[in-house]
């Protein structure tokens, strides 16, 4: 028997589907993939009161029992972010190298299906409404402009970059994105000539589109973008809560970023002395790198050498570690189209598990992989991390209701268990190679100088007087760059990529760090409360099984188990 939070969020769903397109194929929610989003300030504003008018509803809404408590809670946290980020106006300057319109209209075509002639149809009349959706946001960006609410001149150059790649304006050797969209129906053989006139034409005109959203961009919004990265501390929290749904004591998590990124720089120091005893760690890395063994030469081998890496976890996790099922066992290793964030990152399954969920690889023009620093980023945005996490949920429809399975997605929640997910499967033996130990050792330390950099930059905030590395001056991006590619050890264009990626979305590089210690506390109360009869997999069953939630209230709930 449904019950009225059930109906409330079945309803809020179907609205916010309809609302917001773009989203609800992100989401996998069915009935609007030939539509796109529409970004304008009277879009953005029908959104914002779909939103109001569910948190009233929710107040008037009786909670019939345990999971409807929870339900309502999920729904409720999640409204109240969504409105105070509407009463902000973030939406009028959402202009960021990750999570802007400018990269999801792109995106968002990577996740529909292209195999029948309705496929194609889809993926015209989406491609024929990209003008449309790109001049929208262009109306709330001037909006914005107007009401003294601006990016950063950072993220406007990075965002007209992407404009430029898939508006065809820069010298690469592949064709612009939505022109392969029409190399790409020509190899699935289909004969309809009609419909593919219809998609080149449609494919010039979004290519066009793009240029003129780039000319834009450069032409009148970089004069008036502020100069200033750094968005000061209460905008910085009002983000941090959205994103991972607590209110933080940022200088607190700021002074516990730097301790966690000492104790991980003594992990890393301690795992490449086993591996070239006296060699210091960049000594270390670059042996590995050059390493023959441990590489794939080919963006098609490195692919394959992915997926056979999540099909064999899979295989040896399900009934032992964790209860797989059926429908979530399947997960696709994909490479991302150029353009984009230089990120892996993990695109769910749709909401009847038709879709797999995916895994993306940004290859940066790159045909040759070392795989040391491979595996454990292939256990985070994969299994055990973010697709059993996500895919999960979707399957869970008799205990969680449509909202909690589809929209109610937490980045604290999710890269906190995907964060988690790395360090279990160095517990569980899947690490015991110290060369891929190293590489989880490394993704640690790089998600610790995230905490460190992203508050310290935001917040304009003193490096500690005790510290190596420039004691007592404050954060700056000039500063921030060579200290995360120093203790990340990760390759520096990447790093760069990843500075303006924190300067654009503030409060969500921490997500990783500040969820998994959420995660990591919630098991070992757990751990202490019941003691010898403790079950590691069932507590992850119950874990997930409760979905997605804010950090606040997943500490509560864990703290029930």
Not at 19 to 40: C, I, K, N, R, W
Not at 105 to 110: A, E, K, L, N, Q
Request: glycine letters at 8%.
């Amino acid at each position: 028997m449904t019950t009225a939070i059930a109906d409330l969020a079945d309803r809020y769903v179907e609205r916010a589907a309809a609302l917001d397109p773009v989203a609800a194929t992100f989401e996998g929610l069915p009935g609007h993939d030939d539509e796109l989003t529409d970004y304008s300030p009277d879009g953005i504003a029908e959104r914002f009161a779909h939103e109001r008018h569910t948190l009233a509803e929710l107040d008037r809404a009786p909670v019939a029992d345990e999971a409807d408590r929870v339900a309502a809670e999920v729904l409720r946290r999640y409204l109240e972010i969504g409105v105070e980020l509407g009463e902000s106006g973030e939406a009028l300057r959402a202009l960021r190298v990750l999570e802007s319109p400018v990269s999801s209209i792109r995106m968002v075509f990577d996740l529909m299906p292209r195999d029948t002639e309705t496929d194609w149809d889809a993926i015209t009349a989406r491609a024929a409404v990209v003008p449309q959706a790109l001049s929208s946001f262009q109306a709330a960006l001037s909006e914005g402009v107007g009401e003294g609410l601006v990016a950063a001149r950072r993220q406007a150059v990075a965002c007209a970059r992407q404009a430029d790649t898939w508006g065809g304006q820069l010298d690469t050797a592949d064709p612009p994105f939505f022109l392969g969209l029409v190399d790409a129906f020509d190899s699935t053989g289909i004969d309809q000539p009609a419909l593919r006139a219809r998609l080149a034409d449609v494919a010039g005109r979004a290519t066009a589109a793009y240029a003129s959203l780039g000319r834009f961009l450069v032409e009148e919004y970089l004069p008036n973008a502020t100069e200033r990265d750094a968005v000061g501390e209460e905008r910085y929290a009002r983000m941090a809560r959205a994103f991972n749904g607590t209110t933080l004591d940022l200088r607190e998590t700021y002074a516990w970023g730097w301790d966690e990124l000492h104790r991980i720089e003594r992990a890393l120091r301690d795992v490449a002395e086993r591996i070239l005893p006296g060699e210091s760690i960049p000594a270390v890395i670059e042996h590995l790198e050059r390493d023959p063994t441990r590489t794939v030469e080919g963006v098609d081998a490195f692919r394959g050498w992915l997926q056979n890496l999540l099909d064999r976890t899979v295989d040896e996790l399900d009934g032992v570690h964790f209860e797989i099922p059926g429908p979530v066992r399947r997960v696709e290793a994909m490479i991302a189209p150029p353009g984009g964030a230089a990120a892996m990152y993990y695109t769910g399954p749709s909401e009847d598990l038709s879709r797999p969920g995916r895994t993306w690889y940004p290859t940066l023009g790159r045909t040759r992989f070392p795989l040391w620093g491979e595996v454990s980023i292939c256990y985070h945005e994969g299994v055990p991390g973010h697709h059993l996490q996500i895919g999960m949920v979707r399957y869970l429809a008799a205990t969680l209701n449509r909202f909690q399975r589809t929209l109610a997605g937490n980045s604290g929640h999710a890269e906190g268990w995907a964060l988690y997910a790395e360090r279990l499967m160095g517990e569980l033996g899947y690490l015991d190679d110290p060369a891929f130990e190293l590489g989880m050792l490394r993704a640690q330390a790089m998600r610790a100088v995230r905490v460190v950099v992203d508050i310290g930059l935001h917040l304009e905030l003193a490096i500690p007087d005790d510290e190596r590395y420039h004691p007592g001056e404050r954060w700056t991006p000039d500063l921030a760059l060579p200290f995360v590619i120093e203790r990340s050890h990760f390759p520096a264009d990447f790093m760069a990529s990843e500075v303006d990626r924190y300067l654009g979305l503030p409060g969500q590089a921490i997500s990783y760090k500040v969820g998994e210690r959420v995660w990591l506390g919630g098991r070992d109360a757990a751990r202490a409360r019941h003691g010898h009869s403790f079950d590691l997999k069932a507590f992850h069953a119950y874990a997930l099984g409760l979905g997605p939630m804010g950090l606040d209230q997943l500490a509560a709930e864990l703290a029930r188990y």
